[in-house]
């Protein structure tokens, strides 16, 4: 199996083995900071848009539900990237203040902050309860209904890097914190919640089993020698069978959440459009399932980065429905 290996100078420097070669954060940023950065993720900046994707979405669907967009949903699409931001990284931090024991045995992240020793357990605390503070800070703006939403959001959140532990499928658990924005944003424009956010809801869930599981399959061998489960290592080679089930799970989903949410008054080319997102989401996702080799671990990242793009084009797609 091909391993994600530190570049030569990583001990020097503090660069993480996974992380994008020449990213900003190792490149521009000023070197007191980079420990924090590093520890964020901000030098891997997928997860980050993984988590706002599925906000997007839910803010998207919920204007073309009720065909009301104001300048408010302009500051809730920036509050979501910024609070995706912030809560991505307060999240990394938390799971890798629970996984500094783990990590230092497995060679994809036995350079991150912790395990290398760039931050200290205190240092680490104080960093992530200060971005979780700013997310606050953020949320509070929203209506009193998504304010409880982000609170509630916390649950899974802190669950998460435990789930490993007891369950084979630790990937629901991703799924449930990083596709919370889809219900939050929904509601921070409508001001309540419907079915329609909860099934994408449970569609974003999938997409998070499909492109995690890819993911996970970089750690298989050492994750069984220290005892971590995955889906990766639950499914072994059936994992394709699985990654077309979660597929055709999260574009049936989706669709029809968007069949949900497009007003009847609305134009059929409005709904067309709408429908065209998961259409080819799913063709996107189709492409990964393609090319997924399990005992390929480059490749295997470059698949799970490709997730971004995946997440886009229902976006792009959606956004487009609201000008027809």
């Known amino acids: 199996m091909q391993r994600a290996t530190p570049t030569p100078d990583a001990n020097v420097h503090g ?49 073309l539900s009720d065909r009301a967009p104001r300048w408010e949903d302009l500051w809730i699409f920036v509050a979501c990237a910024l609070g995706a931001w912030l809560m991505r990284g307060a999240g990394c931090t938390w799971n890798d203040i629970t996984d500094r024991d783990f990590d230092g045995s497995v060679e994809r992240t036995r350079s991150r902050p912790l395990p290398s020793g760039q931050v200290t357990l205190k240092q680490a605390v104080v960093y992530m309860a200060a971005q979780a503070m700013i997310a606050a800070a953020i949320l509070l703006t929203f209506n009193t209904a998504a304010i409880a939403l982000g609170v509630l959001s916390l649950l899974p959140v802190a669950i998460y890097p435990f789930a490993k532990r007891f369950t084979w499928w630790p990937q629901v658990f991703l799924g449930l914190a990083f596709n919370w924005g889809a219900l939050l944003a929904w509601t921070a424009h409508t001001g309540s919640l419907g079915w329609q956010p909860l099934v994408l809801y449970v569609a974003g869930i999938s997409w998070t089993l499909f492109y995690d599981t890819i993911y996970a399959h970089q750690d298989t061998e050492d994750d069984a020698l220290i005892g971590i489960k995955s889906t990766a ?12 089930r979660f597929l055709i799970i999260t574009v049936l989903l989706m669709a029809v959440a968007v069949i949900g949410s497009v007003r009847p008054t609305s134009s059929p080319l409005s709904l067309v459009m709408a429908l065209a997102g998961p259409w080819f989401m799913g063709w996107h996702m189709l492409w990964q399932l393609r090319r997924f080799d399990p005992q390929d671990n480059p490749t295997l990242l470059r698949l799970f980065r490709a997730n971004r793009d995946t997440g886009l084009i229902p976006l792009i797609f959606f956004t487009a429905a609201l000008l027809v």
């Open 15 to 63: 660069q993480v083995a996974d992380a994008v070669r020449g990213n900003w954060v190792d490149r521009l940023a000023p070197a007191a900071t980079r420990p924090y950065l590093r520890l964020s993720r901000a030098d891997r900046p997928i997860g980050t848009w993984l988590l706002l994707l599925p906000c997007w979405w839910g803010l998207t669907l919920a204007m």
């Open 233 to 244: 290592r639950l499914f072994g080679d059936n994992t394709p069978r699985w990654l077309r």
